[in-house]
Every structure is written in C-alpha cells, then in structure tokens.
C-alpha cells in the first residue's frame, strides 16, 4: 500500500514518535471564540489514541 500524500502533510512526527495535528476550526469565524480558545488551537494536539494505528497505516512509508 502506498504513501497518503495528504496525511503525511497534516501529521507530524516528534523524535519520540508521537503523532501531532492541527486543531480543527483555526481557519475562519474567530471572533465568536473566546481568546482563551484561540491560543489554544494555535498549538499542535497529539493525534487520540484510537485513530493512532489507522493514521500510522496511512504514513507508513514516510518516515
């Protein structure tokens, strides 16, 4: 099975192995959310434990 080009553009891996993702709802309608909120969807959040070994299936080759 090939490589999904597009997942390994939204994934990120660390040196450890851990799966990192953007946080969804970053890209338009901001000014609902609170600021506390905004901060928090700058940052990367770790991919959740049941969808690791899916992602992990579609990345295989690319790192």
Known sequence: MSTRKTVTKRIRIT?????????RGVSHNMA????????????Y???????????RSLIQNAY
């Open 15 to 23: 040196k450890k192995g851990k799966m990192l993702r953007r946080v």
């Open 32 to 43: 609902k959310q609170s600021t506390k909120t905004i901060q928090r969807k700058r940052n």
């Open 45 to 55: 959040s770790a991919v959740s434990k049941s969808d690791y070994k899916r992602v």
